[in-house]
């Protein structure tokens, strides 16, 4: 298909002109004689491939057209412009590239250079979107690689737990909508999402005899247990796609009133993503069944949960937590 150009002049030889030499040079031309002819013409008919502008028009002057144009609508936002002059003006000059002009050429024309200036023009702007494709296209692929990554990693951290089958999506789900009634952006749902899944990848590490231990765990194996945090951390820190992955991982198990571990924060020096997790983990714990002991009743959970408020838990996470379990009496939030 031919690139498609609009050449914008009051004068009609000029307009005339150019067209002949623009469609000489294999290009579909259409002839405006008015800013404002241009403005009505792109709402109607969309963007072009690149708009020749003369500056000097009686009413709207090209200056105040590309500013219009650029404010009518994204899509001719990216349209390369380039200014048609009489005069070789330095201010004008300076004005127009600033304004986003990709050039200016000189009337009258002389064919050669006017053909050859607009193709190459569309040439770079056809490479750039070529390229941009590219570049997203290899983002997605990407993308869908690292999803298969974590999605391995969290089969594996879930396998280590005979009794916890399906804890790192669970725990996931759970603080991104923490997240989401918190108002945190879409972006920052998904981060905090994906923190969840890997938020327990450290116990990639323990022993499986140790997380897996029905009796009382020792001092050594408690300490085992502990360092599956730091651990997480190490694994995730280096990971470029979201280099805060590691914040859940080192810090779920930080208690807001400080005593937790790895690094006993307190408060606000907990990062709340992590204080986020937290509060999440906490409730897949509770109603998850253990060796030890059944699935405990909402009931329960919820008075830990209240109990845990300001001390273990950060006081406003844990409230929408709360709300979360008194809208699910029939625990209908673990199958989601």
């Known amino acids: 298909m031919a690139d498609w150009v609009i050449v914008v002049d009051d004068d009609t030889a000029n307009l005339k002109m150019a067209g002949h030499i623009l469609s000489k040079g294999g290009m579909r031309v259409t002839a405006l004689k008015s800013g404002q002819a241009l403005l009505d013409y792109v709402a109607e008919h969309g963007s072009p491939d690149l708009i020749l502008l003369d500056i000097l028009m009686p009413g709207m002057d090209g200056f105040e057209t590309l500013l219009k144009l650029r404010e009518q609508q994204e899509s001719v936002k990216e349209v390369p412009v380039i200014f048609l002059t009489a005069n070789e003006d330095e201010e004008s000059e300076t004005k127009g590239l600033s304004l986003g002009a990709m050039d200016f050429i000189k009337k009258p024309f002389v064919s050669e250079v006017l053909t050859l200036r607009v193709r190459h023009i569309i040439d770079l702007v056809h490479l750039q979107r070529n390229l941009e494709a590219e570049v997203e296209k290899k983002t997605a692929e990407n993308q869908k690689l690292f999803l298969n990554v974590v999605s391995t990693l969290t089969t594996a951290i879930d396998a280590k737990d005979t009794y916890t089958n399906g804890h790192s999506n669970r725990v996931a789900f759970y603080a991104s909508e923490i997240a989401k009634r918190s108002g945190y952006s879409e972006k920052e749902q998904k981060d905090i999402y994906m923190m969840g899944l890997l938020h327990d990848v450290g116990k990639i590490g323990v022993p499986d005899t140790v997380i897996n231990k029905p009796a009382k765990l020792t001092e050594d194996e408690f300490d085992k247990i502990k360092n599956h945090p730091v651990m997480g951390a190490r694994i995730l820190k280096n990971i470029r796609e979201m ?49 030890y002991r059944d699935i405990l009743p909402q009931g329960i959970v919820r008075e830990e949960i209240e109990n845990g408020r300001g001390t273990q838990f950060d006081p406003d996470f844990a409230d929408i937590m709360l709300a979360m379990i008194d809208e699910d009496v029939d625990y209908k939030l673990r199958e989601e």
């Open 243 to 291: 280099p805060k992955l590691a914040t859940g991982a080192r810090w779920h198990h930080e208690r807001y009133s400080g005593g937790g571990y790895p690094d006993g924060l307190i408060g606000e020096d907990i990062p709340k993503e992590a204080r986020i997790i937290a509060v999440a983990d906490a409730y897949d714990a509770m109603t998850s069944r253990r060796s």
